[in-house]
Each structure stands twice: as structure tokens, then as C-alpha cells.
């Protein structure tokens, strides 16, 4: 069996993988801009306009940087 090298301490073994998942996601969550009412409407303002010049449905994400 390999061996498991885990920031997540004191779960059984079986439960790291999941919870290292969910510490990652938590991380990346932290990376999405604050946006207000109206600039989230301007991103899906824009998405909806490139859809139509597209034919894609595109999905715009705020990143801080």
C-alpha cells in the first residue's frame, strides 16, 4: 500500500483524499473577485453577448489578483 502524505491530519487514510480535495477547492475559492450587484451583471451582460456572436455558451470568472 503507498504510503499517504496528507495536510489533513487525524482521518483514517480512506478520508484524506476527499478531504485534501476539499481543502484545495477551499484555497481556490479564495481566489474569486468580490464582486458587486452591477459588475456581476455586466460579466453575464458580456457572456451573453459573446454567446450570441459565438453560438458557444461561454462562463466569464473573476479571479483577484
Known sequence: MAEIHS??????????S????????????????GLNEN???RITELEQAIAK?????VALVAYRL
Open 7 to 16: 495536510q489533513v491530519t487525524e482521518l483514517p487514510s480512506s478520508c484524506k
Open 53 to 57: 456572436e459565438t453560438g458557444e455558451r
Open 39 to 41: 459588475c456581476c451583471r
Open 18 to 33: 476527499a478531504a485534501e480535495h476539499m481543502v484545495a477547492e477551499l484555497e481556490r475559492e479564495e481566489q474569486y473577485a
